[in-house]
T-cell receptor, first 112, second 111 residues
C-alpha cells in the first residue's frame, strides 16, 4: 500500500554541522508534506511544510526539499544544536481532509 | 491559547475495562484527529473528524470509537481494552491549511 518511509533510523552529527534527514514517499498523488520534531515524552511539533507545487521551502535554520521525480523529501538543519536532538518524522497528506501518513522516524543525535 | 489538551496523562487499565481519552482544543479548528504511537514507531491514524457531528475511520480504527458533538472536544473511547492497545495516544487539530497541532499525549498500558 501507500507508505512513507525513512532511509536512516539514526543520524549522529557534530554540534555546529549541518544535518540532512531523508524521507521517501510512494504516493505520487500526495500534494502536501510536513516535517515534525518529537522530543522524548512530548507530542510531535510542526517544523515546516511544503506543497507539491514547490521544490524548496526555507524556514529558520531549516530547509525542506521536495523531489517529485524520485518521490523524495529531505529536511536540512543548519548549524545543528543540542536542542535539535529529537526524532524527526515526515508525513504526507492522504486527501483533502488533511489525513496524514507518518513515516517511522529518524533519531537525530547531536554530539557536543 | 492552551492549544490541544489531553487527559489523563497516564492510565493503566485491566483487560476488558473501558475508558475515554479526552481531547480539547481552543483554536476553533474544524479538523481533529486521534493517533496512536507504538514504541519506536511513527503515528497511525485511528479516527478523524472534519467538523462537529462528522467522524470517519483512519488506518487502525478497530477497538475504538469517537464522537464530535462540539468543535472543541473529540473524545476517544475504548470499550474493551486489550493488551494490543497499549500505546501512546495523541490528539491533534489542524488549521485550514493543514498544519496539525498535537497534544502532549496519553500513555496507556493495558495489563
Amino acid at each position: 500500500g501507500e507508505s512513507v518511509g525513512l532511509h536512516l533510523p539514526t543520524l549522529s552529527v557534530q554540534e555546529g554541522d549541518n544535518s540532512i534527514i531523508n524521507c521517501a514517499y510512494s504516493n505520487s498523488a500526495s500534494d502536501y508534506f510536513i516535517w515534525y520534531k518529537q522530543e522524548s515524552g512530548k507530542g510531535p511539533q510542526f517544523i515546516i511544510d511544503i506543497r507539491s507545487n514547490m521544490d524548496k521551502r526555507q524556514g529558520q535554520r531549516v530547509t525542506v526539499l521536495l523531489n517529485k521525480t524520485v518521490k523524495h523529501l529531505s529536511l536540512q538543519i543548519a548549524a545543528t544544536q543540542p536542542g535539535d536532538s529529537a526524532v524527526y518524522f515526515c508525513a504526507e497528506n492522504m486527501d483533502s481532509s488533511y489525513k496524514l501518513i507518518f513515516g517511522s522516524g529518524t533519531r537525530l543525535l547531536v554530539r557536543p | 491559547n492552551a492549544g490541544v489538551t489531553q487527559t489523563p496523562k497516564f492510565r493503566i487499565l485491566k483487560i476488558g475495562q473501558s475508558m475515554t481519552l479526552q481531547c480539547t482544543q481552543d483554536m476553533n479548528h474544524n479538523y481533529m484527529y486521534w493517533y496512536r504511537q507504538d514504541p519506536g514507531m511513527g503515528l497511525k491514524l485511528i479516527y478523524y473528524s472534519v467538523g462537529a457531528g462528522i467522524t470517519d475511520k483512519g488506518e487502525v480504527p478497530n477497538g475504538y470509537n469517537v464522537s464530535r458533538s462540539t468543535t472543541e472536544d473529540f473524545p476517544l473511547r475504548l470499550e474493551l481494552a486489550a493488551p494490543s492497545q497499549t500505546s501512546v495516544y495523541f490528539c491533534a487539530s489542524s488549521t485550514p491549511a493543514g498544519e496539525q497541532y498535537f497534544g502532549p499525549g496519553t500513555r496507556l498500558t493495558v495489563t
